[in-house]
């Protein structure tokens, strides 16, 4: 499973091609409509804010991926089980891997080579919010 895409888009500007990078990712919406339409309450916010699932109680029906604005949720079934669930980055909140509460940041921010992405700092970040 894919959780980070990297969309690269061609497009001319003014006679010019222009490549424009795009990172396609959960944004972890204040606002989540996964969570609004999720018919099981598999998907909501965990204590960070983070938008978090329960893979357990994901039937398969993706509604998430139909009505999320960025298109992040994935659904995909399994060839052995025929049960189709749900993926998607949980910024590395995952219960037995959660780098955010062990006081590390993302994979992604981690491994970033240029720097391009950031945790922690940023005017919006949830752990400011609730830290006050
Ligand atoms: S899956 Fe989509 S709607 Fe849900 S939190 Fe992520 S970006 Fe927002
Ligand atoms: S695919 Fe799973 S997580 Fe997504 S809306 Fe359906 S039950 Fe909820």
Redesign the pocket.
Known sequence: MTWIKIRFIETQRQGNVSWLFNRQ?????TD????KVCPTKA?YHNELGM?SYDKELCSGCGY??D???????RTTRNSITGMAKMD??VMCTTPGLDRVSAGNSPACVKTCPTGALSFGNGPYCWLRAKSG
């Open positions: 990712a959960c944004m972890h919406c989540a409509a996964c969570v998907l938008v998430c991926g009505f999320c604005p960025f298109k992040v949720p998607k980055c």
